[in-house]
């Protein structure tokens, strides 16, 4: 059937994918609109495959409804789906790679709450399970501006908790178990059997789920495969409003895993993951693992899982995240590449072969096993090494630490400014970046300042405007960034790093070793005096 349309405005994917407020997603012609500009834009649904699944939010299972209704009536030839209409981010990246499809949709808006009235989103992969690149989210836009007419297939809604095949026309459409192949995967990747032997000594874990999408991986890898106690998964089941959570594995959202890691009596090992299942975050007992550091620490020490025995072929790291990965990749003699912010940009690096890991400050991190960040995956490597290495999260930390030096990391987050204020903020550093090269700070020189451009080094593509950087001549860095995944106002990200070689210990208060950057920070871009704010919104 062909439905005539006309154009929406606003329709312009984000750092990873297009997220707006669920009733705008669920308004006329809204989700068809930018389903049709997708198949518009890649040269048409006809005779393709395609993997579709979402993290469970709200709406999740009438726009999987939706979708597959207009990939039958645009011709796709088959779409394989997640029973129940789930699929973590990384298990669709894995099916789109191990199915050899032409790409896949998935619906989540990740760490944005979720609900009637919070967010939903969209991210469209291409076939090889990565999302979408610039080039192709910026067809897709151009798209959304012309479209005239959608297509959609009238046809009864699909019972998608029916595992196996059934018809929507000439499409075939597969609903499969969404955790079955990423545990294959991960069962290949990991040392299971020693894995296993920890948990039966005794080893103690907690993994908060969050109520997304990650619950049903998660019982079945820790729980049934490698024997951890009932239990050890909480928050276990997907539910459309997140059981009103905030699916973000911070310390600030994920302040319950928080609280037992720090507690009387507390596990060995604790962990959290996002909307979509592509965050971790990573927590020792009594000990932190920044997302900067656990990169770091998972670099090291890859090669005591099967899967990277053979050692790493590089590093990747966005920009803001911390150098401590730079220090290890230099020691093990590899590549390391410093990105834009977003999964996108790592890629080319993996698919070239130029990579095996890659991570971003925002807890993720992951390797050329898929190709998006996987924060289950991030779990058992860490686990993979706490079983080779029989030591606590905190010996390692110490260690590490002692042999690279420490790098103090800290991102502070103003949310939900009005846009001009926060434009007004990033302008007035951007203005200033080419006159700061000399200039002494709270007692540091700065070495470098610049708005951050980065030239792809197997396509050549350039990506401009990815961030303010200012460099200290003592490796300490300050980086200014607007958020591109937010729904209202905007959100300024600081992001702030300080090198010491040898650290005093593992009781340094972060904030405290970061005070003179935080100060320069004020002091270059006048966060707090510009948007009146006394603190940031959210600290990681
Ligand atoms: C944020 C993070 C970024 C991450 C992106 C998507 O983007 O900073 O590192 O890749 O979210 O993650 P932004 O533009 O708001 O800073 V997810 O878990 O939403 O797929
Ligand atoms: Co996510």
């Not at 990391?409 to 949310?415: G, V, W």
Request: net charge negative; aromatic share 8%.
């Amino acid at each position: 059937m062909r439905v005539a349309t006309q154009p929406i405005d606003g329709q312009k994917p984000g750092t990873s994918g297009l997220r707006k407020k669920t009733k705008v997603f669920m308004s006329k012609g809204y989700l068809e609109n930018f389903i049709q500009s997708i198949f518009d834009a890649t040269g048409g649904a006809t005779g393709k495959t395609y993997v579709v699944g979402g993290d469970g939010r709200y709406f999740n299972d009438s726009a999987t409804q939706t979708i597959l209704k207009m990939a039958a009536a645009n011709g796709a030839e088959r779409v394989i789906v997640g029973q129940n209409a789930l699929l973590s981010t990384p298990a669709a990246s894995h099916l789109i790679r191990l199915m050899a499809t032409d790409g896949g949709l998935i619906l989540s808006a990740s760490h944005n709450p979720g609900g009637p009235e919070e967010d939903f989103g969209v991210k469209f992969n291409t076939a090889n399970g990565g999302p979408a690149s610039e080039a192709v989210t910026e067809a897709i836009l151009a798209r959304t501006t012309e479209i005239r007419e959608y297509f959609i297939a009238d046809h009864t809604d699909i019972d998608l908790s029916r595992i196996g095949t059934q018809q929507i026309g000439g499409m075939e459409v597969s609903v499969i178990d969404p955790v079955a192949d990423y545990a294959a995967l991960m069962e290949g990747l990991f040392d299971f059997p020693a894995i296993r032997t920890m948990f039966a000594a005794g080893f103690r874990m907690r993994f908060d789920a969050m109520c997304a999408v990650t619950g049903p991986y998660a019982r079945e890898i820790l729980e049934r495969r490698l024997g951890a106690a009932p239990g050890t998964v909480v928050n276990g089941d997907p539910l459309p409003d997140f059981g009103g959570m905030h699916p973000d594995p911070n310390p600030t959202w994920a302040q319950a895993l928080m609280a037992e890691m720090f507690g009387p009596d507390a596990p060995d090992f604790g962990a959290a993951s996002d909307g979509d299942g592509d965050r971790n975050m990573v927590v020792g007992r009594g000990i932190y693992v920044s997302p900067s550091d656990s990169l770091a620490v998972l670099a090291a020490n890859a090669h005591l899982a099967p899967g990277y025995r053979g050692g790493l072929k590089g590093v990747a790291r966005s920009m803001p995240t911390s150098t401590a990965a730079d220090r290890v990749a230099e020691a093990l003699g590899i590549g390391c590449y410093e990105t834009p912010t977003g999964w996108k940009f790592f890629g080319n690096l993996l698919d070239a072969g130029k990579a095996t890991l890659c991570g971003e400050e925002s807890f993720g991190a992951g390797s050329d096993h898929v190709r998006e960040k996987d924060g289950l995956w991030a779990v058992l490597l860490w686990l993979n090494i706490l079983a080779e290495r029989k030591e606590s999260v905190s010996e390692i930390m110490s260690g590490h630490w002692h042999r690279f030096g420490r790098n103090y990391y800290s991102r502070h987050d103003y949310e939900a400014l009005p846009v001009e204020v926060a434009n007004r903020v990033m302008a007035g550093l951007r203005d200033k970046l080419a006159s700061l090269p000399g200039q002494e700070v709270e007692g540091m020189t700065i070495g470098a300042a610049d708005d951050f451009a980065y030239a792809d080094p197997v396509d050549g593509s350039v990506s401009k405007g990815q961030g303010l950087r200012v460099v200290f001549t003592d490796g300490s860095r300050l980086v200014l960034r607007l958020s591109g995944t937010g729904t209202e106002g905007a959100t300024i990200r600081l992001y702030l790093e300080r090198y010491v070689a040898v650290p005093e210990g593992l009781a340094d208060e972060v904030q405290a070793a970061l005070a003179p950057v935080i100060r320069a920070a004020e002091a270059l871009a006048g966060i707090r005096a510009e948007t009146g704010r006394v603190a940031p919104d959210v600290i990681t």
